[in-house]
Antibody
Framework: QLQLQESGPRLVKPSETLSLTCTVS??????????WGWIRQPPGKGLEWIGS???????YYNPSLKSRVTISVDTSKNQFSLKLFSVTAADTAVYYC????????????????????WGQGTLVTVSS | QSALTQPPSASGSPGQSVPISCTGT?????????VSWYQQHPGKAPKLMIY???KRPSGVPVRFSGSKSGNTASLSVSGLQAEDEADYYC??????????FGGGTNLTVL
């Protein structure tokens, strides 16, 4: 059974960088056809897609966050990571990692479909 | 990109059927058959209930069904049970490598 687990600091100061890692177990992050994503949920609010990555390192970002986000992958550790720069209180949220199903033709992404496996989520608070 | 529009709340009595709508545009819901629905209980991670408009993952009860007409997708929960009380979120592929979620609907079982 595939499992994902988020890890990283729970408290980040304003203007600093939020860093999280997702460790995948029970399966390979390098499996063809699967993408890996980050989603966040501010307290009491809805879900927001942050971005996704393929094991090759190809990244895809939400346009509204693109200027402040970097997602990377380490296939040797079966992990992928999130960095969100210059955080403010508005970035306080539960951050989830998840596996994302997508389609490609000749290596070009054609669509996203659905998130089928999720981590339990981790609350990151931005505060001084 | 804007979030998809869902009603903030919905309710029904045990055994009843309840629909939850998810309205987008021709650039997301209306343009692609890649709408999915997630159930989220308090303090828990979302769980996939429906994908590609109407497909049900293994283990999801047949009481949950999905459909789409134009720019609006719908999740229907029939034979409502107490454990169905949760928040429900829709999402859709939005073109240009983008993905968008709805604002969520809180389903109450009366």
């Amino acid at each position: 059974q595939l499992q994902l687990q988020e890890s990283g600091p729970r408290l980040v100061k304003p203007s600093e960088t939020l860093s999280l890692t997702c460790t995948v177990s029970g399966g390979s992050l390098s499996s063809s056809g699967y993408y890996w994503g980050w989603i966040r949920q501010p307290p009491g609010k809805g879900l927001e897609w942050i971005g996704s990555i393929y094991y090759s390192g190809r990244t895809y970002y939400n346009p509204s966050l693109k200027s402040r986000v970097t997602i990377s992958v380490d296939t040797s550790k079966n992990q992928f990571s999130l960095k969100l720069f210059s955080v403010t209180a508005a970035d306080t949220a539960v951050y989830y990692c998840a596996r994302l199903m997508g389609g490609t033709i000749f290596g070009v992404l054609t669509h996203w479909s659905h998130f089928d496996y999720w981590g339990q989520g981790t609350l990151v608070t931005v505060s001084s | 990109q804007s979030a998809l529009t869902q009603p903030p709340s919905a309710s029904g009595s045990p055994g009843q059927s309840v629909p939850i709508s998810c309205t987008g545009t021709s650039s997301d819901v209306g343009g692609y058959n890649y709408v999915s629905w997630y159930q989220q209980h308090p303090g828990k991670a979302p769980k996939l209930m429906i994908y590609e408009v109407s497909k049900r993952p293994s283990g999801v009860p047949v009481r949950f069904s999905g459909s789409k007409s134009g720019n609006t997708a719908s999740l229907s929960v029939s034979g409502l049970q107490a454990e169905d009380e949760a928040d429900y979120y829709c999402s859709s592929y939005a073109g240009s490598d983008n993905l968008v979620f709805g604002g969520g609907t809180n389903l109450t079982v009366l």
